[in-house]
């Protein structure tokens, strides 16, 4: 059974900063690319970065530059590092992992950019 279990989310004010987590299970972690997407309230749900098995990276233009994906594999865990929030970051952000050709995402967490 793959679970996926993202924290880290909160209130921030702009200009600060965030690392959410995504613990992940049932599955053999090292060999999955690993996604991060985001949903803003009355908007599509839009990719943020990727990860491959290999360390390889992709961003979404919109955080190019502030936000930093990486893995442990050790933890099974992916890592999102967020700097230079915006506003406009503000979302529920998910983990997500394609596994036998089935997209799994977790329950999300919350990033609130306001002051």
């Known amino acids: 059974q793959v679970k996926l279990v993202e924290s880290g989310g909160g209130l921030v004010q702009p200009g600060g900063s965030l690392r959410l987590s995504c613990a992940a299970s049932g599955i053999i972690f090292s060999s999955h690319a690993m996604g991060w997407a985001r949903q803003a309230p009355g908007k599509q749900r839009e990719f943020v970065a990727v990860i491959t098995s290999g360390g390889g990276i992709n961003y979404a233009d919109s955080v190019k530059g502030r936000f930093t994906f990486s893995r442990d594999n050790a933890k099974n865990t992916v890592y999102l590092q967020m700097n230079s929030l915006k506003p406009e970051d503000t979302a529920v952000y998910y983990c997500?992992?394609?596994?036998?050709?089935?997209?799994?995402w977790g329950q999300g967490t919350q990033v609130t950019v306001s002051s």
């Open positions: 997500t992992v394609d596994y036998l050709r089935t997209p799994y």
